[in-house]
T-cell receptor, first 113, second 114 residues
Framework: AQSVTQPDIHITVSEGASLELRCNYS??????LFWYVQSPGQGLQLLLK??????LVQGIKGFEAEFKRSQSSFNLRKPSVHWSDAAEYFC???????????FGAGTRLTVKP | GAGVSQTPSNKVTEKGKYVELRCDPI?????LYWYRQSLGQGPEFLIY????????DSGLPNDRFFAVRPEGSVSTLKIQRTERGDSAVYLC????????????FGPGTRLTVL
């Protein structure tokens, strides 16, 4: 079965600084890959997804992620972080036409003023 | 249009009791998913419905957990003889069943078993 590892439990960055959140997956075929954001008391919101094609995908709120098959990675990036980006971020990998999705444990982002 | 809704938002119960958690998916979404999110963890897949039938219930932890979707819309997750370890946030998601579907998540039900 597929699995996801998010190596960083908690990351702190200063507002305006760049951000990279790491995600490594394990899956035998081409995966469907996702990044979700969860703010306190809110449901999970999809930031972006990769199914096929261009390995650099653009998402909402200025986020992007790059699929690197050779590294089994799908890292999330943002060039300049805003205070409102403070939240929990989850990477997920889907299989079987995306009806079987597995989430990582999440990375909590804190933004310093 | 309304998103996925879940009721109740919070549920406190005593060990050994029976609970039901409800999910109202987005209208027209044929696929419905239940996840459980424990503190400090990512969502853990429980069960997936395609229409009225459970297409994959491999994530249900044991036979105390059961879910139904009798008319292919609203779903109810049922937990019998609750245990303290069942305390978690239970998330529901729905999607159109297509190759590039996105799962839309509800806000969750926080279950606390005392």
């Amino acid at each position: 079965a597929q699995s996801v590892t998010q190596p960083d439990i908690h990351i702190t960055v200063s507002e305006g600084a760049s951000l990279e959140l790491r995600c490594n997956y394990s899956y035998g075929a081409t995966p469907y890959l996702f990044w979700y954001v969860q703010s306190p008391g809110q449901g999970l919101q999809l930031l972006l997804k990769y199914f096929s094609g261009d390995t650099l995908v653009q998402g909402i709120k200025g986020f992007e992620a790059e699929f690197k098959r050779s590294q089994s990675s799908f890292n999330l990036r943002k060039p300049s972080v805003h205070w409102s980006d403070a939240a929990e971020y989850f990477c997920a990998v889907g299989a079987n036409n995306n009806n079987d999705m597995r989430f990582g444990a999440g990375t909590r982002l804190t933004v310093k003023p | 249009g309304a998103g996925v809704s879940q009721t109740p938002s919070n549920k406190v119960t005593e060990k050994g009791k029976y609970v039901e958690l409800r999910c109202d998916p987005i209208s027209g979404h044929t696929a419905l998913y239940w996840y459980r999110q424990s503190l400090g963890q990512g969502p853990e897949f429980l069960i997936y419905f395609q229409g009225t039938g459970a297409a994959d219930d491999s994530g249900l932890p044991n036979d105390r957990f059961f879910a139904v979707r009798p008319e292919g819309s609203v779903s109810t997750l049922k937990i019998q003889r609750t245990e303290r370890g069942d305390s978690a946030v239970y998330l529901c998601a729905s999607s159109l069943l297509s190759r590039s579907n996105e799962q839309f998540f509800g806000p969750g039900t926080r279950l606390t078993v005392l």
